[in-house]
T-cell receptor, first 112, second 115 residues
Framework: GENVEQHPSTLSVQEGDSAVIKCTYSDSASNYFPWYKQELGKRPQLIIDIRSNVGEKKDQRIAVTLNKTAKHFSLHITETQPEDSAVYFCAASTSGTYKYIFGTGTRLKVLA | NAGVTQTPKFQVLKTGQSMTLQCAQDMNHEYMSWYRQDPGMGLRLIHYSVGAGITDQGEVPNGYNVSRSTTEDFPLRLLSAAPSQTSVYFC??????????????FGSGTQLSVL
């Protein structure tokens, strides 16, 4: 079945620096790739997503890139702020399967 | 709109007990699902539904039952709780039943401990 690997498991950056989280998926038919942010004790919330017909998508300080050939996608956060500290999950889904397979999460700490 | 509502927020069970985790949404979403979250393992899909009367298994369905009698409700049943089912459980829903991939709206979670 589909498998999604996520790295790193923890990431510490200085405030103002950039953070990059990478995910690799196994099913070449996957075509939807969302990213969720989960603050401590809270529910996961979608922050950005990308479909397979697009190579990059940006939303202010957040961007996601997709390399279909290599089967990996990445989350980029620029000018990090303390409120970016959270656990980030990537996921992959294939049309018609109704399943979202999540990565194991990255705990991001932004140091002031 | 209340969104996705889960009850209870916390629950402690003894091994072998049964219970039902409740999930309700008021957004007229066709797709509903249950995940469990364990440290270092991310979110794993237990069961999902694409509409009333339709359910299917996810990655880790053993030990759990679901049913979908209405669009709004999607309860998760533990028939005989085991310590391995200690976890945080999230219900999630989305508009689409086409399987094209849509934003998931999560409930606030249920922290379950099985002793």
């Amino acid at each position: 079945g589909e498998n999604v690997e996520q790295h790193p498991s923890t990431l510490s950056v200085q405030e103002g620096d950039s953070a990059v989280i990478k995910c690799t998926y196994s099913d070449s038919a996957s075509n939807y790739f969302p990213w969720y942010k989960q603050e401590l004790g809270k529910r996961p919330q979608l922050i950005i997503d990308i479909r397979s017909n697009v190579g990059e998508k940006k939303d202010q300080r957040i961007a996601v890139t997709l390399n279909k050939t290599a089967k990996h996608f990445s989350l980029h956060i620029t000018e990090t702020q303390p409120e970016d500290s959270a656990v980030y999950f990537c996921a992959a889904s294939t049309s018609g399967t109704y399943k979202y397979i999540f990565g194991t999460g990255t705990r991001l700490k932004v140091l002031a | 709109n209340a969104g996705v509502t889960q009850t209870p927020k916390f629950q402690v069970l003894k091994t072998g007990q049964s219970m039902t985790l409740q999930c309700a949404q008021d957004m007229n979403h066709e797709y509903m699902s249950w995940y469990r979250q364990d440290p270092g393992m991310g979110l794993r899909l237990i069961h999902y539904s694409v509409g009333a009367g339709i359910t299917d298994q996810g990655e880790v369905p053993n030990g759990y039952n679901v049913s979908r009698s209405t669009t709004e409700d999607f309860p998760l049943r533990l028939l005989s709780a085991a310590p391995s089912q200690t976890s945080v459980y999230f219900c999630a829903s989305s508009y689409s039943m086409t399987g094209l991939g849509e934003k998931l709206f999560f409930g606030s979670g249920t922290q379950l401990s099985v002793l």
